[in-house]
Nanobody
Framework: QVQLVESGGGLVQAGGSLRLSCTASGRTISNYKMGWFRQAPGKEREFVAGIGWIASRTAYADSMKGRVTISRDNAKNTLYLQMSRLKPEDTAVYYC???????????????????WGQGTQVTVSS
């Protein structure tokens, strides 16, 4: 089992940047495909970005393409999400998650992910 802890959230002005981190313990994240999701008040949890075991294999939600970059450092057991040109509508709790599935595909459904962090709040002011 893997435990995930997110950090790096906070309050930022529109147009600003943040880098979220997700540190894992218990097992190495190299065993998992990893993803970032977000959930705004009153909305369902939605996929933001995902990364396969091979770091060059990534996927992004259309709403985030060009504004976020997902990366992983297996040696540090850490997942990252670099976000830029943030908008007020990006305000949400951001979660990292681990997918134990053994296929190559990066899955976008939250139900596919086995382990979750507790989330970190990102608030973008206008």
């Amino acid at each position: 089992q893997v435990q995930l802890v997110e950090s790096g959230g906070g309050l930022v002005q529109a147009g600003g940047s943040l880098r979220l981190s997700c540190t894992a313990s218990g097992r190495t994240i190299s065993n998992y495909k990893m993803g970032w999701f977000r959930q705004a008040p009153g909305k369902e949890r939605e996929f933001v970005a995902g990364i396969g075991w091979i770091a060059s294999r990534t996927a992004y939600a259309d709403s985030m393409k060009g504004r976020v970059t997902i990366s992983r450092d297996n040696a540090k057991n850490t997942l990252y999400l670099q976000m830029s040109r943030l908008k007020p509508e990006d305000t949400a709790v951001y979660y990292c998650a681990a997918d134990a599935d053994r296929t190559l595909a990066i899955r976008v459904g939250a139900d596919n992910y086995n382990y979750w962090g507790q989330g970190t709040q990102v608030t973008v002011s206008s």
